[in-house]
C-alpha cells in the first residue's frame, strides 16, 4: 500500500504543479484548467496521499478529521457571528454547502494546512515533535506559514472573483485585519490538536530525500506563481518575503541536510534489519 501511496502522491504531484504553472502563465498563454473546485480536489489529494505515504493511515486519518472538524466549526461560527475573521458570508460560487459554509471549504484548509506543516518541520529541524514545548513551537510557526498564503490568496478570491465576501470591506486590499488573526488561531489549534493526538502514537516518519520535500516544493512554486503574476502587483512584494522567504529557508535546510537525512534512514535500516536478525526463529 506504501508503494501505491506514494505512486499517486508523485501523480498527483505533478497534476498540481501543472495547474500552479498553468495559472502563472495565464497572462501569456491559455492552457487547460481545472477551476477552483477541480484545483482543490487534486490538491487535497496529494496532501492526503503524501501524508498517508509518510505518516501512515492512521496519522493521516488524524490529522485530516481534525483539520476538517475545526476548520469548519471556526467558518461556521466566524459567517454566523464574524467573531473569528469578520464579517463575510460565501457565495454559491464553490458549490454546494453544509450551513453556511461550502463543504469545498474544509478541504481547502487541508491542502495547505498539511504542506505548511512539513515547511515549518523542515525549517525547524528539530525531531522534538512530541514533547509540550516541542508541539507549541511547531504549530505556531506553522499556522505563520499557512497564513503566510492567505496573505496573497485572499484578496483576489474575495475582492475580485467574490468566492466570498467582506461584508464590511478592509484595509488590506479589502480584507480585514482580524482574518488573518482568525487564521492563526484555527491553524494554531489544528496543529496542536494534531500534535497531542499524535504524541500518543508510536509511528514515525521514515521518508526523507525528494520525495518527502514534495509538499515544500508545492508550496514554493505556490509562492512563486504569485511573484509571476497577481491582480494586486504589490501583492508580488508581499508573496516574495510572506511565502517566499520560508519556502526558501526549508528547501536549503533539506538540501544541506540531505545528506544527514540520508545517514540516519540508513541507520534506522540497519537497526531494523539487526533486530530481525536477533530475532529467535519459531
Not at 502514537?201 to 509538499?215: E, I, R, V, Y
Not at 517566499?244 to 529557508?249: D, H, T
Not at 538540501?255 to 537497526?271: I, K, L, T
Request: charged share 10%.
Amino acid at each position: 500500500m506504501s508503494r501505491i501511496t506514494r505512486i499517486l502522491s508523485v501523480v498527483f504531484f505533478a497534476a498540481i504543479m501543472y495547474l500552479i504553472l498553468a495559472e502563472a502563465a495565464t497572462p501569456w498563454i491559455k492552457l487547460p484548467m481545472l477551476g477552483n473546485i477541480g484545483f482543490v480536489l487534486f490538491f487535497v489529494l496529494f496532501s492526503v496521499f503524501h501524508c498517508w505515504a509518510v505518516e501512515g493511515p492512521k496519522r493521516t486519518g488524524i490529522f485530516f478529521a481534525v483539520s476538517a472538524i475545526v476548520t469548519y466549526a471556526m467558518e461556521e461560527i466566524g459567517v454566523r457571528t464574524g467573531l473569528v475573521f469578520g464579517a463575510y458570508h460565501y457565495s454559491d460560487m464553490l458549490g454546494i454547502k453544509l450551513g453556511h459554509v461550502p463543504v469545498l471549504i474544509p478541504l481547502g484548509w487541508f491542502m495547505m494546512i498539511y504542506p505548511s506543516r512539513v515547511v515549518a518541520k523542515a525549517i525547524l529541524r528539530t525531531s522534538d515533535v512530541r514533547s509540550i514545548p516541542g508541539i507549541t513551537v511547531l504549530a505556531a510557526l506553522s499556522a505563520m506559514v499557512m497564513t503566510a498564503w492567505d496573505l496573497v490568496m485572499d484578496p483576489a478570491m474575495s475582492t475580485l472573483a467574490r468566492n466570498w465576501v467582506w461584508e464590511k470591506g478592509g484595509v488590506y486590499f479589502g480584507v480585514p485585519e482580524r482574518n488573518y488573526l482568525g487564521w492563526l488561531l484555527t491553524t494554531f489549534l489544528v496543529y496542536c490538536l494534531v500534535g497531542l493526538l499524535w504524541r500518543t502514537d508510536d509511528a514515525k516518519s521514515t521518508t526523507t530525500g525528494a520525495f518527502a520535500a514534495l509538499p515544500v516544493i508545492v508550496y514554493a512554486f505556490f509562492a512563486i506563481r504569485y511573484v509571476a503574476t497577481n491582480a494586486f502587483p504589490p501583492l508580488q512584494v508581499v508573496a516574495v518575503f510572506s511565502m517566499g522567504l520560508p519556502a526558501f529557508v526549508s528547501l536549503i535546510q533539506i538540501w544541506m541536510n540531505r545528506s544527514v537525512d540520508a545517514q540516519n534512514a540508513g541507520n534506522a535500516a540497519d537497526v531494523t534489519a539487526t533486530a530481525a536478525e536477533d530475532t529467535p526463529s519459531i
